[in-house]
């Protein structure tokens, strides 16, 4: 929202609404999630989709001020659904190798890390917009790098999920048992 704010003049309320239509996206992916990872995996979802996520990033620096809504409401209801099959794969491959009885605990401690990682990634970006601007106002341009770049640290986590096997998480996805997941 902050480049539609200060880069493009919006609103806090305008900006926030467009940005609210990635939510809906993201709600509708959560109801597909079973059936996408029982039908591909773990490994081929993250492998396919973190490069997607990489290029919706940073296709963000593509923005204009001048894009009809719809195109830029259209593009970020996309976003939404794919950083949510990011993130549904991600969240439910970390709960895989967990036995029962420690699900509380490391609910808890997964939270805890998500939370951390977010914040670690906003301040980061933070701080490398404040870079970019000089220490002044950002700019669109500024922003623009800044996806650019967040593009680019988005798609180096395919290098760890190269690493994985296509039966890693299939005990909970199902993948390759044919399981019915309707």
Known sequence: PLMFQLGFGMSAVQAGS?????????????????????????????????????????????????????????????????????????????????????????????????QLA?????????ALLSLLASGGHASVNDFRILFLIEGLITLCALFAYLRLTPQDGAHVSGHGAHVNTE
């Open 118 to 126: 977010v914040a670690i990634s906003v301040g980061l970006a933070a």
């Open 18 to 114: 467009l940005t609210f239509v990635a939510a809906i996206g993201s709600l509708l992916t959560r109801f597909m999630m079973p059936r996408i990872l029982n039908r591909f995996g773990f490994r081929r979802v993250l492998v396919t989709n973190t490069p997607i996520v990489a290029c919706l990033v940073a296709g963000f620096a593509s923005m204009q001020a001048s894009l009809p809504a719809w195109i830029v409401l259209a593009y970020i209801f996309i976003f939404g659904v794919f950083r949510s099959v990011q993130w549904a794969s991600t969240g439910n491959l970390s709960y895989s190798d967990v036995a029962p009885e420690q699900l509380a605990r490391f609910s808890a401690l997964y939270y805890i890390l998500w």
